[in-house]
């Protein structure tokens, strides 16, 4: 669920040109700089860049540039384990204080307050900013409800409350088709088939997976083809039909290893010993 923003100036149709300042300009170069390196995991090197743009944006007195710089820094605080950097970011965001910007940026930062707090398993408060970012998106018409409802979800699913995880799955599943938004509806088959696993329900959770998995691959989303590979996996092994879980389990690994998911390969082999000793439960 990255984050990203790029500040750019657009003039309306048959407008004269907008004149973007010197200052301007950098502050957009070092966005774009730092994006780059967010892609290519160097997250140290994106902090500092976007530090840098976020500075030159509070000197041009750029309330939503300097928005939309918190909301990285604190995306990228977040990928480094830097919580307190991360909340401490977000909440100078938040601050009432602060000189107004557009109110998107708000449910953005309502959004990943949700998420740092899901990071370290604290379930209550990452529930409490999802209420807080779907109140916030309610109030102004913002288009994000649709990954709102899914990070309600994916709390209910790690709170084990499999119920209430997939029914907001379904709701979310519903809005985001509808919307044509192609990487949450992922998410939210994702999130329903991990919730009707869990249920033993196995062939309605491997059918959800395969949609995931088919539009994960279209988006080239490597992390999240691992997951969806692994969830067939576990669907197989959760019914004893080891083979073809082992098989789709290797799959899932060759994809993290690929990818350089250290973490991820060590959660995949962990999932094939357990598969292919016949203790592979969900």
């Known amino acids: 669920m990255a984050v990203f923003y790029i500040v750019v100036f657009q003039a309306g149709c048959g407008s004269a040109p907008v004149h973007v300042s010197e200052k301007q300009a950098l502050a957009t170069d070092l966005n774009i700089k730092a994006q780059a390196e967010f892609k290519k995991g160097n997250y140290a090197r994106a902090a500092s860049l976007y530090t840098e743009a976020?500075?030159?944006?509070?000197?041009?007195?750029?309330?939503?540039?300097?928005?939309?710089?918190?909301?990285?820094?604190?995306?990228?605080?977040?990928?480094?384990?830097?919580?307190?950097?991360a909340h401490r970011t977000l909440d100078e965001l938040l601050d009432a204080g602060l000189k107004p910007h557009d109110k998107q940026y708000g449910v953005e930062a309502?959004?990943?307050?949700?998420?740092?707090?899901?990071?370290?398993?604290?379930?209550?408060?990452?529930?409490?900013?999802?209420?807080?970012?779907?109140?916030?998106?309610?109030?102004?018409?913002?288009?994000?409800?649709?990954?709102?409802?899914?990070?309600?979800?994916?709390?209910?699913?790690?709170?084990k409350d499999y119920k209430a995880s997939a029914f907001y799955a379904s709701e979310a599943l519903v809005l985001n088709r509808s919307k044509n938004n192609a990487e949450e509806t992922a998410n939210s088959l994702r999130t329903l088939a991990e919730s009707r696993l869990a249920a033993g329900a196995y062939a309605e959770a491997r059918k959800l997976f395969e949609e995931a998995l088919a539009l994960d691959k279209a988006a080239g989303s490597s992390a999240k083809i691992k997951a969806d590979l692994s969830g067939i996996g576990n669907s197989y092994c959760a019914q004893g039909r080891r083979d073809a879980g082992l098989g789709f389990l290797?799959?899932?690994?060759?994809?993290?290893?690929?990818?350089?998911?250290?973490?991820?390969?060590n959660e995949i082999k962990q999932l094939l010993k357990q598969c292919s000793t016949g203790s592979g439960k969900n």
């Open 54 to 85: 976020l500075r030159i944006n509070r000197s041009l007195d750029n309330a939503d540039g300097a928005a939309a710089e918190l909301i990285n820094l604190s995306q990228t605080y977040r990928k480094m384990s830097e919580t307190d950097k």
């Open 110 to 159: 309502a959004f990943l307050k949700s998420l740092v707090y899901l990071d370290v398993k604290d379930h209550e408060k990452a529930g409490e900013w999802a209420d807080s970012a779907s109140a916030r998106c309610k109030e102004n018409a913002c288009e994000a409800s649709g990954k709102i409802i899914n990070l309600k979800a994916r709390i209910a699913l790690m709170k």
């Open 250 to 265: 290797e799959r899932a690994l060759a994809v993290s290893e690929a990818s350089g998911d250290g973490a991820g390969n």
